[in-house]
């Protein structure tokens, strides 16, 4: 297999935009099989190339990179380049590399590579192949996900959906039956949070004052105009979570894989970082001019349209402001696994949290006066919100590297990095660090000394957690840092080898029918904070750990691994909902099994089922109070020896 060529990637970012636009259904493809001896067969690739279109043939290096690259699920496959080809090719030069030739395919052609696998066939093989395209001066690139039957093959047994649960009728009705929800608060809160926080800033906080005296002073109608225009702005960032409907009624866990998807955590590291940076004040995210003038055009005046556009437009100038303090609420509850409701719920708070200071101001004018005056201070605010950004960074960062196990980020070099982050700020707001457009800092505020103390204090706290002793487990911030044993240490205090859960379903199963003990089933993530603090402040509980090692056999399900299944035991299974759905890592067998037995796709959950798979309570969320969980394995317990 080829590697991939940063080279050819800025090219295609450079010149994804030119040409005549890219069209999804030019190059079409079919895959399939055939088989020609004994664990040998020939994949083949059939494409349909639209009128107009040319595909670039295989077997050609493009400026370092392979004109077409086949990527197979299972990487213990073996097969044999070069793409051997069929069809009428022609010959053209290429102005995008200088005018070199290349072979080009205008109409339908045929690809097949030979195919080689040991050992047990399996029924379907999965992958992907990536090509590149073009039209006239255009240059594309394309990638085709495929599945395809292998004949004589076998799926290995591995079961999904288990028909004796009977989630709405356990033995025992104790557990979060019907408060699904509750967490929903939290993010809504953290959400208004948010809000209140982006009215701080530089682009909203001296816009209050003049809005609020615009609507009072416009009509005797001006106030409940005040309030329709905080409506409005709570309504337009409801409405931006709409999309996220769609994406999770296709697929209800398509959240929880993209929040934990290595590379999406990845690029959330790196525009954490472009976020800071605009923070500091070396430039500024904003939407296209065109946009924002387009929009203000269309505001003023009284009429709800006219008012509803004036909300946009705060919207859209605000943005570089309000931009990065969203786009964490976004990501932070997209990383909860809650589904797209937790969204709404979160930018309804920012919303709320946004929009009230205009209807208040707007009911008590007089409190206007009482406002601080724009100056310094909120440019201190824009810096201080960019180096928590860089804090949040380390975490995508972090989450990236647990999923992986890179070994990147141990515990200790997380909290390294918040320590230097909490020293800088401390310098900034005592002056010692200055950025652009920052005055010198001549007196200190009661504000600025309150703060000045509170991330001192904060980072002080923080310092045990670089050591190797008792005090290095903080509490606190449990679940933000990697977990106790991904430690820098060979042999850390803190990492108390108490529960070793299995790994697998069927195991669990099998033991505790030779135990005769009940099956503890914990659905939980690699980058999930709450399934941390869980481990960390809950079951080192005495009196959980106890139960747990004594009373019940206990299996973790991590959703979020990507560890390869073995070629034989991937497949396509079908949903209840009848959707076909590809199982190709251990991930995507567990976050399955999770959302067909249990119709849930957050962690961490919580079930207890019996060693011939009876349900014996309803299913437990995050439950940060020990004697809460106690009570609930206790439940399962009575209701195991009924």
């Known amino acids: 297999?080829?590697?991939?060529?940063?080279?050819?990637?800025?090219?295609?970012?450079?010149?994804?935009?030119?040409?005549?636009?890219?069209?999804?259904?030019?190059?079409?493809?079919?895959?399939?099989?055939?088989?020609?001896?004994?664990?040998?067969?020939?994949?083949?690739?059939?494409?349909q190339v639209k009128q107009g279109w040319q595909l670039y043939a295989p077997n050609q290096d493009l400026s370092g990179a392979p004109s077409m690259e086949l990527i197979f699920a299972d990487s213990s496959l073996s097969f044999k380049l070069p793409f051997i080809t069929e069809g009428k090719s022609e010959k053209h030069s290429v102005a995008l590399f200088n005018n070199a030739s290349f072979i080009l395919y205008p109409g339908d052609a045929r690809f097949s590579v030979p195919l080689q696998i040991k050992g047990t066939i399996p029924a379907r093989i999965f992958g992907s192949l990536n090509y590149f395209y073009g039209k006239e001066d255009s240059f594309y690139t394309g990638n085709y996900t495929f599945n395809a039957a292998l004949e004589g093959g076998v799926n290995a047994a591995s079961r999904i959906r288990i028909n004796s649960f009977e989630l709405k009728h356990p033995v025992s009705p104790c557990g979060d039956?019907?408060?699904?929800?509750?967490?929903?608060?939290?993010?809504?809160?953290?959400?208004?949070?948010?809000?209140?926080?982006?009215?701080?800033?530089?682009?909203?906080?001296?816009?209050?004052?003049?809005?609020?005296?615009?609507?009072?002073?416009?009509?005797?109608?001006?106030?409940?105009?005040?309030?329709?225009?905080?409506?409005?702005?709570?309504?337009?960032?409801?409405?931006?979570?709409?999309?996220?409907?769609?994406?999770?009624?296709?697929?209800?866990?398509?959240?929880?894989?993209?929040?934990?998807?290595?590379?999406?955590?990845?690029?959330?590291?790196?525009?954490f970082v472009v976020f800071a940076i605009s923070f500091f004040g070396y430039f500024?995210?904003?939407?296209?001019?065109?946009?924002?003038?387009?929009?203000?055009?269309?505001?003023?005046?009284?009429?709800?349209?006219?008012?509803?556009?004036?909300?946009?437009?705060?919207?859209?100038?605000?943005?570089?402001?309000?931009?990065?303090?969203?786009?964490?609420?976004?990501?932070?509850?997209?990383?909860?696994?809650?589904?797209?409701?937790?969204?709404?719920?979160?930018?309804?708070?920012?919303?709320?949290?946004?929009?009230?200071?205009?209807?208040v101001f707007a009911l008590f004018p007089g409190w206007l006066g009482s406002l601080p005056k724009s100056g310094g201070w909120l440019g201190s605010v824009k810096v201080v919100l960019g180096f928590l950004e860089l804090a949040m960074a380390i975490k995508f960062l972090s989450n990236a590297d647990?999923?992986?196990?890179?070994?990147?980020?141990?515990?200790?070099?997380?909290?390294?990095?918040?320590?230097?982050?909490?020293?800088?700020?401390?310098?900034?707001?005592?002056?010692?660090?200055r950025f652009p457009h920052d005055s010198p800092v001549k007196k200190f505020s009661a504000s600025r000394i309150g703060f000045l103390v509170f991330f001192s204090v904060a980072t002080i706290y923080l310092i045990p957690g670089l050591t190797n002793t008792k005090a290095a487990n903080l509490t606190l911030i449990s679940g933000f840092p990697p977990p106790l044993c991904y430690s820098v240490y060979k042999n850390p205090v803190n990492c108390a080898k108490g529960v070793e859960p299995l790994r697998d379903y069927e195991q669990a199963i099998d033991l505790a029918k030779k135990l005769n003990k009940p099956v503890l089933i914990d659905f939980t993530g690699w980058a999930c904070v709450n399934c941390r603090r869980m481990e960390e402040n809950v079951w080192?509980?005495?009196?959980?750990?106890?139960?747990?090692?004594?009373?019940?056999?206990?299996?973790?399900?991590y959703v979020d691994e990507r560890r390869l299944l073995p070629a034989a035991s991937q497949t396509v299974y079908t949903t209840r909902d009848g959707a076909q759905k590809n199982i190709i890592t251990v991930g995507d067998k567990w976050a399955t099994f999770q959302s067909e037995n249990f119709h849930a796709v957050s962690q961490p959950q919580y079930a207890l089922v019996s060693p011939h798979e009876t349900i014996l309570t309803y299913t437990k969320g995050y439950t940060p109070k020990a004697k809460d969980f106690i009570a609930w394995l206790d439940c399962g317990l009575g209701a195991f020896r009924k």
């Not at 647990?402 to 909290?415: C, P, S």
Request: include cysteine; hydrophobic fraction near 50%; glycine fraction near 12%.
């Open 402 to 433: 647990l999923v992986e196990q890179w070994g990147l980020v141990k515990r200790e070099t997380f909290i390294a990095f918040w320590v230097v982050i909490g020293v800088l700020i401390s310098l900034y707001l005592m002056g010692k660090i």
């Open 1 to 47: 297999m080829y590697k991939r060529s940063g080279l050819l990637f800025l090219l295609i970012i450079l010149f994804f935009f030119k040409g005549n636009g890219q069209d999804s259904s030019a190059i079409t493809w079919q895959a399939h099989t055939e088989k020609s001896g004994i664990g040998e067969f020939q994949i083949v690739f059939n494409a």
């Open 284 to 359: 500024e995210i904003t939407l296209p001019g065109s946009v924002a003038n387009s929009v203000n055009s269309k505001s003023g005046g009284t009429s709800l349209l006219g008012i509803f556009f004036m909300a946009l437009t705060l919207a859209i100038v605000s943005f570089s402001c309000t931009g990065p303090i969203l786009g964490s609420l976004l990501v932070g509850a997209l990383s909860n696994n809650g589904g797209a409701i937790q969204l709404t719920i979160g930018m309804g708070g920012f919303g709320l949290g946004l929009a009230l200071p205009f209807a």
């Open 177 to 271: 039956s019907g408060t699904a929800g509750k967490g929903l608060l939290s993010i809504f809160l953290l959400g208004l949070l948010g809000g209140f926080i982006a009215l701080l800033t530089p682009c909203v906080f001296p816009l209050i004052p003049l809005t609020v005296s615009f609507f009072t002073k416009s009509s005797s109608s001006g106030k409940a105009h005040a309030f329709i225009y905080g409506f409005f702005i709570f309504l337009i960032y409801v409405l931006l979570s709409l999309p996220f409907y769609l994406l999770d009624h296709v697929n209800p866990e398509i959240l929880n894989t993209i929040s934990t998807s290595i590379w999406l955590n990845l690029f959330f590291f790196l525009i």
């Open 540 to 557: 080192t509980d005495p009196e959980v750990r106890k139960r747990m090692l004594d009373s019940f056999v206990v299996v973790s399900l």
